[in-house]
C-alpha cells in the first residue's frame, strides 16, 4: 500500500527528532486525524469563519505532531471542537468574533531539544532524560522532549519523581528570606550536624564540611547542614506552607492528562523537616518543578504551565507566592552558584548572558523506596538573563551509562545540553 501524503509527512518528522518513536498502526492512525482536521479546516476557511486554527499548527505540521507525541488525543481539541466552543462563546457575546487556540511550542526550540537529547544519548546511553523549556513570565512550554517514551499512560513531566533536590532548596531559601530569616554573610559551622539526639545531616563531601563558612558559601557549595539550619528557623508549619504556596503536592493543572500531584514529605521532625528543606524525601514532578523556580524568575508569581492558549487578548496570570523583594535575591544567590566561585554550578554558564540556577544530584530509589547502589539521576534549573529571564530550561539525566568519577560529578553530562539549549534558543528569540 503506497503510504499517504500524511503519512509521509509523519516519516519525514521523525526522521527530524530521533527520540520519538511510533509503530505503522499508530502513523495510521495519527494520519487520518491529520487528514479529517484538515477537511475541516478546509470547510471552515471556505465558509470564511476562521482565519487561522491552532495557531498555524497545521501548516507547521511539525508543531502538531509533537503535540500529539506528548498530549494523549483528548487534550488536543480538534478543529470541530474549536469551531463549535468559538460559535458558542461568540453567541453568548453577542458578537461573531472568535478566539482560536495558538501551540505554544515552538519549532526552533524543539529542535534544539531533540538534537540535545540525541547527543546525550550517544554519549551515555541514560536510562531516561527530560528537557523542558518555558517562559517563566507567563507560563508558556515552548519545547519538551523526553529520551524514552513512557510504558504506562503518564507523561514524564507529570510524573512524580522522588527526592526533588534541585527545586526543593529554592523554596526553602525563599521562604527563609521571606520570613527574614536568612543573612548571606552570617557564619555557621559546616560538616555535620546533630540536629536532634543521634540524628545527623552530613555535607555532601563525606560530613566533612569547609569549615567556619557564611550561608552563602553555604548555598553555593549545596550546603545540606546550611538548609538544615534554615529549616529550623522558618517557623513551625510555616515550611510546608511554603512548598503548598509554590505549587507542591497539587496537580499544576497543564493540559496533559493523567498528571500526578506529587507528595510533600512529612515535617513531623526536626531531622524530617531538614531532610525536605535539601529536597531529600516526598517527590514532585518536573512540570511542577518548573512552575516553582519560574516563580522565583518572573518576580515571585506562580503560573500555570500550558501548551495552549489564546490567539487573542490574552494575558496570562499567576498568583504571588513572594514578595517582589525576595525573588530577587534568590534570583541573585542563584546567579552566584553558576557565575561565582565558590559556586558548584559554574559548568552551567554561557557567553553573553549571565545564568542563575542550581543542579541536583540524587540516588535513584526502587519501588520500596530503598536506595539503589550505583544508579543516580542528575538535574538543573536555571534560568536567563538571571536579571530579566525570558527561558527556563529544566534537564535531568536519569543513570547515565560512564565512568565513576564522572558519575559522581554529574555536571559534565547535564552542562553541555543546557547551555546548547539555552544559547542557541535566546540567540534564535533575539532574531526572530
Known amino acids: 500500500m503506497t503510504p499517504s501524503f500524511e503519512e509521509k509527512e509523519i516519516s519525514t518528522v521523525l526522521q527530524a527528532f530521533p527520540s520519538l518513536q511510533m509503530d505503522e498502526d499508530k502513523r495510521r492512525e495519527i494520519a487520518g486525524h491529520i487528514r479529517r482536521e484538515r477537511e475541516l479546516l478546509e470547510q471552515m476557511k471556505k465558509r470564511k469563519k476562521y482565519a487561522k486554527v491552532i495557531g498555524g499548527a497545521v501548516a507547521s505540521f511539525a508543531l502538531l505532531f509533537i503535540a500529539y507525541q506528548w498530549m494523549p488525543s483528548e487534550a488536543v481539541p480538534s478543529a470541530q471542537q474549536m469551531n463549535t466552543e468559538g460559535s458558542q462563546k461568540a453567541q453568548a457575546a453577542g458578537t461573531t468574533s472568535q478566539t482560536d487556540k495558538v501551540l505554544t511550542l515552538d519549532s526552533q526550540i524543539q529542535e534544539y531539544i531533540e538534537e540535545a537529547i540525541h547527543k546525550t544519548n550517544k554519549a551515555y546511553q541514560p536510562e531516561n532524560m527530560t528537557v523542558i523549556v ?32 534541585v527545586a526543593f532548596p529554592i523554596v526553602t531559601l525563599a521562604a527563609a528570606i521571606e520570613e527574614g530569616k536568612y543573612k548571606n554573610y552570617e557564619i555557621y559551622e559546616s560538616g555535620t550536624y546533630e540536629i536532634t539526639p543521634g540524628k545527623f545531616i552530613k555535607d555532601n563531601n563525606n560530613g566533612i564540611g569547609w ?12 550546603s545540606n547542614v546550611a538548609f538544615a539550619k534554615l529549616s529550623e528557623r522558618i517557623p513551625e508549619d510555616s515550611l510546608q506552607q511554603y512548598f503548598e504556596r509554590f505549587g507542591f503536592g497539587a496537580k499544576t493543572g497543564t493540559e496533559q492528562l493523567n498528571e500526578q500531584s506529587g507528595k510533600i514529605p512529612n515535617m513531623d521532625t526536626p531531622y524530617n523537616k531538614a531532610m525536605a528543606a535539601y529536597g531529600l524525601a516526598g517527590s514532585a514532578s518536573p512540570v511542577q518543578q518548573v512552575a516553582a523556580v519560574g516563580a522565583i524568575a518572573n518576580g515571585g508569581e506562580l503560573m500555570k504551565p500550558h501548551v495552549t492558549r489564546e490567539e487573542t487578548n490574552h494575558i496570562d496570570k499567576g498568583h504571588r507566592v513572594i514578595s517582589k523583594e525576595t525573588a530577587k535575591q534568590v534570583r541573585e544567590i542563584l546567579e552566584t552558584l553558576v557565575n561565582n566561585k565558590p559556586g558548584s554550578d559554574t559548568a552551567f554558564s554561557i557567553k553573553e548572558h549571565t545564568v542563575a540556577g542550581r ?23 536555571g ?3 538571571s536579571d530579566n529571564p525570558k527561558l527556563l530550561v529544566y534537564i535531568a539525566v536519569d543513570n547515565p551509562n560512564t565512568d565513576l568519577w564522572v558519575r559522581l560529578w554529574g555536571k559534565e553530562i547535564v552542562a553541555p545540553p543546557f547551555k546548547e539549549i539555552m544559547e542557541n534558543s535566546l540567540q534564535y528569540l533575539q532574531k526572530r
Open 134 to 165: 518555558t517562559d517563566p513570565n507567563n507560563g508558556e512550554i515552548l519545547g519538551m522532549g523526553n529520551l524514552k517514551r513512557p510504558t504506562d499512560r503518564v507523561p514524564h513531566i507529570v510524573r512524580a519523581m522522588s527526592d526533588p533536590v
Open 211 to 222: 569549615g567556619q563558612i557564611s550561608y552563602l558559601e553555604g548555598i553555593q557549595r549545596s
Open 359 to 381: 543542579t541536583g544530584i540524587v540516588q535513584k530509589r526502587d519501588q520500596q523506596g530503598n536506595f539503589i547502589d550505583g544508579k543516580y539521576t542528575y538535574s538543573f534549573i
Open 383 to 385: 534560568f536567563a538573563p
